[in-house]
């Protein structure tokens, strides 16, 4: 009997933040999400994705920072093309429906208002798909189809079986390209073989201006308190403005808005300097909502590090452990939408690349990820809240419009 040759199948997603591989103002701040009920439902999916993932990597130590926009993004790519239990655990994990057509529909509809307006609205904020396929194979024609449409991921044809390392070399250069040269070498040497099929890629750039910028002469070093316990001399930006404010008890909670009120970022303060663990331990997709729902204005007294965050890691373990082992199972995993069944496709691994630089002028934060399968303001309060980040602290950069948290990180050491 002739033995059945295994694929791989690589879904590669690149974002401001990281990189997937698999193989085988205030008023502002709390304003409801705008679009369609599909796009609604797959940012819900998103932001309760995030904090389950958070929950899974919150052990490692020191500073974290990923996109959980371009991971789910290019799972959800992946999914589309999965069948049967294997979609049924993947829908589970990525919080999706298990209509794959109405999925398709959400992303084209929030991918649409995540580029909507280009470099005219003053700030960058983009994203991009691609699949790149081995040359010859004859994936669906629908599933490319349906890829295109709604992900706007069109097929590029590389050749893994000849020339790996050289279809590696092409992919990250993309990645590359689509973060301005802040992700690079998102899949290492060695990532593609010969039995790669398919890589699905995703990436996500994010640049912009504070609303209100901070002034450099106001930055001056002070001590923060770093997550293993040792004082650490940083550079703090100081002002008083007003922002979206919130006191959650034993959490202080500020949204700062990015020009045009388009984009902001959400810092979750423990108010004591030993107290980031509880607040990880609490954080739901619920609870966070709420606690941005509850956001007011007020006049906040600020002291915020500058910081630069580059993380990189590797998935696939974690997310079988959430709930979808059988995509990275080579024996089980059914991804035979994608290439009607000429061979078993699976999950080998899920890599992800992330940065953030955070200054006085604002934000810059890129991530890519690759999955590769084988074969209404309140009036001003006269005394200014105090909000002094001197220890660690959770911090997302959301879309207003749509409610999506494009990235969620955790910083720890601004000096490490």
Same mark, same amino acid.
């Given at each position: ?239 008083? /403005? ?109 890599? /992800? ?64």
């Amino acid at each position: 009997m002739e033995t059945m040759r295994l694929g791989v199948l690589g879904v590669a997603v690149l974002t401001l933040v990281g990189g997937i591989l698999v193989a085988g103002g205030p008023a502002l701040a709390a304003r409801k999400a705008e679009g369609p009920p599909e796009q609604a439902a797959v940012v819900q999916a998103n932001n309760a994705f995030a904090t389950d993932l958070y929950a899974k990597v919150r052990a490692e130590k020191g500073n974290l920072f990923f996109s959980p926009y371009s991971i789910s993004s290019a799972l959800a790519m992946t999914y589309t093309g999965a069948k049967a239990k294997t979609a049924e655990e993947m829908a589970a994990v990525l919080h999706l429906d298990a209509d794959q057509a109405k999925v398709c529909a959400g992303y084209a509809a929030l991918i649409k208002a995540i580029n909507e307006g280009g470099e005219e609205r003053g700030f960058r904020l983009s994203t991009a798909n691609a699949l790149w396929g081995q040359t010859g194979y004859g994936f669906v024609p629908a599933f490319l189809e349906s890829l295109k449409a709604s992900f706007g991921a069109g097929l590029s044809e590389v050749d893994f079986q000849k020339d790996a390392d050289g279809a590696r070399k092409t992919i990250n250069a993309w990645a590359e390209k689509e973060t301005q040269e802040k992700i690079k070498d998102l899949i290492p040497p060695g990532g593609l073989t010969p039995v790669t099929r398919l890589v699905l890629t995703n990436a996500i750039y994010f640049k912009a201006a504070w609303a209100e910028p901070f002034k450099k002469e106001n930055t001056k070093d002070g001590p923060f308190q770093a997550g293993n316990g040792t004082k650490v001399t940083v550079p703090l930006m100081h002002q008083v /403005h007003g922002y979206g404010y919130l006191d959650a008890g034993d959490l202080q909670v500020l949204d700062m808005p990015y020009e045009k009120f388009a984009v902001s970022m959400t810092i979750l303060l423990p108010k004591t300097a030993g107290g980031l663990g509880k607040v990880e331990q609490s954080l739901t997709a619920a609870r966070l909502e709420g606690w941005i729902g509850g956001l007011k204005h007020a006049r906040v007294d600020l002291a915020l590090p500058k910081f630069k965050v580059t993380a990189q890691c590797t998935l696939g373990k974690t997310l079988a452990a959430m709930g979808m082992p059988t995509a990275f199972d080579a024996t089980k995993a059914d991804f035979s939408t994608m290439n009607a069944g000429k061979e078993p496709l699976w999950i080998g691994d899920v890599i /992800h690349k992330a940065y953030v630089d955070v200054n006085e002028a604002g934000t810059e934060a890129a991530a890519a990820t690759a999955v590769v399968m084988l074969g209404g303001a309140a009036p001003q309060i006269e005394k200014p809240v105090v909000f002094r980040a001197d220890h660690p602290f959770l911090f997302l950069i959301r879309d207003l419009q749509s409610g999506a948290i494009l990235f969620m990180g955790r910083v720890e050491n601004p000096k490490a």
